[in-house]
């Protein structure tokens, strides 16, 4: 694996003997039964949406019945797929088989880390392993199509759903968008254990103004090409089998009925052959957009702008037969997806076998193993990013006499879950005490206080948190009571599972109620404090980050955190996580992410250093408190001898670039080495850096490794306003290191030959 990508790609989604079934289904159908491919009901087995007011589920399989359904979405389980699934096939006049959808984002029932920790681990072999889980289990459940990776770059940690995807860059963002993809689908969408990926949310999403979910966007072209799509082309390539787009508009108009976005790039420029399906009600939010004068008018501009599935607006079932029949759309426009859609039922084998996916045996057999669980683990302990450890309090040992274990998040089964979880067990997961616990058995004295309090009541993926007892410091006392007497306190903070996600936008990035007090208190009794922070979002705590000796940004690791985070306290893993987004100083210099534009006054811009005219701050330093790719480990590396092969190059030439890595420190553990470059000057402004290759490779104590990355004309390329994909002759900086600020630099001159 060189540069970080996975080298197996997939077949297309083109199969000619599936293309000659397809002719010979669509032969037979009527434009009622063509648009009824096109609808999407929901069940109600979750809830993950504004429900909408019509029938009960009665109503909705007696339209499956008709034939008037082609995809049904948050319907689980043996049992219940397969009863759906006989009505449509057995009901119905042409017996068209119903594909089943859901969101499984990290994990079906055993719970994976959150995507944004699962980032963190810069391991597309875990990453794909975590993916390949939980589609075995979901498949076991009835499940064909999962609506995930959610791949949307995000700059902003006011906006909730930040911890849906892979963070800031679009290099690291599009090599974990095809692990997941390949993941999910695997070799064959055929398998069983497989199943269809979606590419969400297309695009631009994570641009939403202020991280106000659900906002608009201010998106340029430039932005637009070079940082929010190249996950999706990834994904493309990889051979997913839909894409889901987005709540947002773009340029003006709602991208579920963008053209420009949806038929000239994804379906015309990139030859994406499956299916796109509308989010949940996006044609129907099309009048309330004020993009479309009512339902009828957002059903022709979705088909039109390419939308090949309606999710729960009813726009196409009431209205697409009939614009069809007057003319207004072509009946070929509804051809084309009906095609797309029926392609990858076949694909899924669901033809072959409508109900291969409704054993129950299976679903007993497969779904939340003990396996899974140690699998979950592995990948949750590689997640972690080690921020700080000044003293090297960490690893503890596990004899420690007295260890203080202070926090509600450290004894909270539930929140690791994280959002969108799927179907886990509400308090499933294993807590961080617990794990402590595990870990130390009796050889050490744990003592638990509460010390703060966060949600109050039921927490529920669909309705506001309740925050009653925030303010309450009656434990503190106790708390510090614990802290002054231990040898070590571990202190849990951060976020409920449910302040980040969808509908879960924040104006505050700070840690939530009377944390930072009491931790304040902690500090005063005894410095030797590790932070353990759980959350969804980067946390803005300078405090914390100046003045805690060791901190450990977990996230939100799901079924298995308290076990992998113990893993790392006392060193059974080397930490070796980095982190794929900037954290923050403070809000006011959100959005904030490292690879940023020059401007024309940057830092150091004029030589009188009181002058004030350069880009900066008068009351906040503008670099953030931990830089993106930002990780420590239990050891050291040292990075020498960077080498270029030759200080030109033409642009048919690939060449390379290496640098020594070694390990001088006491313990064996994995380094992210990451490549980078920058663009002195080219025709349009290119980010001060670009992450272009990474590799995360083991190092024995004392082991010293050359480490390679190839240079050809792509690695330098970029999108121009032209939308050409091309490089342009010029000079550029050539940078590796263990993060995106502490770089070995050298020079590279690409030729106009
Ligand atoms: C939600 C989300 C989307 C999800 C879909 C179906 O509103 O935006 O990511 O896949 O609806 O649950």
Wanted: charged fraction near 25%.
């Amino acid at each position: 694996m060189a540069n970080g990508v996975l080298t197996d790609k997939r077949s297309s989604l083109i199969d000619p003997d599936i293309e000659k079934k397809i002719d010979d289904l669509m032969a037979k159908m009527t434009i009622e039964e063509k648009v009824g491919q096109m609808n999407q009901y929901t069940s109600t087995w979750d809830v993950t949406g504004p429900m909408p007011d019509e029938g009960d589920t009665k109503d909705r399989y007696q339209k499956v019945a008709e034939g008037k359904v082609g995809s049904m979405l948050n319907i689980l389980g043996a049992q219940a797929t397969y009863e759906a699934q006989k009505i449509a096939v057995e009901n119905s006049r042409l017996g068209i088989p119903l594909i089943f959808g859901y969101d499984v984002i990290h994990g079906y029932k055993t719970m994976f880390p959150i995507p944004i920790a699962d980032a963190s681990s810069w391991d597309m072999e875990v990453v794909k392993k975590g993916c390949a889980i939980a589609a075995k289990e979901a498949s076991a459940a009835g499940v064909h199509w999962t609506f995930a990776p959610m791949m949307d770059i995000a700059r902003d940690a006011r906006w909730g759903r930040i911890m849906e995807g892979a963070g800031e860059d679009p290099f690291l963002g599009a090599r974990v968008a095809e692990a997941r993809v390949q993941g999910f689908q695997g070799y064959s969408l055929c398998d069983l254990d497989t199943i269809a990926a979606t590419a969400k949310h297309f695009s631009g999403y994570g641009f939403v103004i202020a991280g106000l979910d659900y906002n608009t966007t201010e998106l340029n072209q430039n932005t637009l090409f070079n940082t929010v799509l190249p996950p999706f082309k990834a994904a493309v390539e990889a051979g997913v089998a839909t894409v889901m787009n987005a709540f947002n508009d773009y340029n003006g108009i709602p991208v579920t009925g963008n053209e420009f976005l949806q038929r000239d790039i994804l379906k015309k420029d990139w030859n994406f052959d499956g299916f796109i399906v509308s989010d949940w009600n996006t044609i129907g939010e099309m009048p309330i957009h004020q993009y479309a004068k009512d339902l009828k008018d957002a059903a022709f501009k979705a088909a039109k702008a390419g939308t090949d599935m309606d999710m729960e607006s009813r726009g196409y079932e009431y209205h697409l037969g009939d614009l069809v029949r007057s003319g207004k759309i072509e009946e070929s426009v509804v051809n084309d997806a009906v095609r797309r859609i029926l392609r990858v039922k076949f694909l899924l084998g669901l033809f072959d076998d409508p109900y291969k996916y409704c054993s129950e045996e299976r679903e007993k057999a497969n779904i939340n193993t003990e396996e899974h669980k140690v699998i979950s683990r592995d990948a949750a302990k590689r997640s972690i990013v080690l921020l700080k450890n000044e003293t090297s309090l960490l690893p503890l040992s596990k004899n420690i006499p007295s260890l203080a274990v202070i926090g509600s998040l450290a004894d909270d089964k539930d929140t690791p879950l994280g959002s969108w979880r799927g179907q886990a067990l509400e308090n499933s997961a294993v807590s961080l005490l617990e794990g402590i616990r595990s870990a130390v058995g009796s050889s050490s004295d744990v003592r638990f206080e509460k010390g703060y309090n966060l949600a109050s009541g039921k927490r529920e993926f669909t309705q506001e948190l309740k925050f009653e007892g925030i303010d309450d410091t009656s434990g503190f006392d106790a708390a510090t009571e614990a802290a002054s007497k231990s040898n070590v306190v571990v202190v849990a903070l951060g976020e409920e599972c449910f302040q980040s996600g969808e509908g879960r936008s924040q104006t505050s990035i700070n840690l939530k109620g009377k944390q930072l007090e009491l931790l304040k208190k902690l500090h005063s009794v005894n410095p030797n404090i590790v932070v353990v922070l759980m959350n969804g979002r980067p946390v803005a705590e300078p405090w914390l980050y100046e003045n805690i000796p060791s901190i450990l940004e977990t996230w939100h690791l799901g079924s298995e955190a308290g076990n992998a985070i113990a893993d790392v306290l006392f060193g059974d893993y080397n930490p070796s996580g980095k982190l794929p987004v900037s954290i923050p100083r403070n809000l006011g210099q959100v959005p904030i992410y490292y690879n940023h534009n020059q401007t024309g006054r940057p830092f150091g811009y004029p030589n009188d250093a009181d002058m004030v005219f350069w880009s900066h701050y008068t009351d906040s330093d503008k670099t953030p408190q931990y830089y993106f790719g930002h990780g420590l480990s239990y050891t050291s590396f040292k990075y020498s001898d960077l080498c270029i092969e030759s200080p030109t190059m033409n642009m048919s030439d690939t060449i390379n670039v290496s640098v020594r890595v070694k390990n001088t420190g006491a313990l064996a553990g994995e380094e992210v080495i990451q490549f980078y470059i920058n663009d002195k000057y080219s025709s349009t402004i290119r980010p001060v850096k670009e992450l272009k290759g990474f590799q995360k490779v083991h190092f024995e104590v004392g082991e010293e490794k050359l480490i390679t990355f190839t240079i050809d004309w792509q690695t330098l390329a970029f999108y121009g306003s032209d939308q050409e994909f091309k490089a342009e002759p010029g000079e550029f900086d050539i940078m590796i290191g263990g993060n995106s600020q502490d770089l070995l630099k050298t020079e590279l001159e690409l030729l106009d030959s």
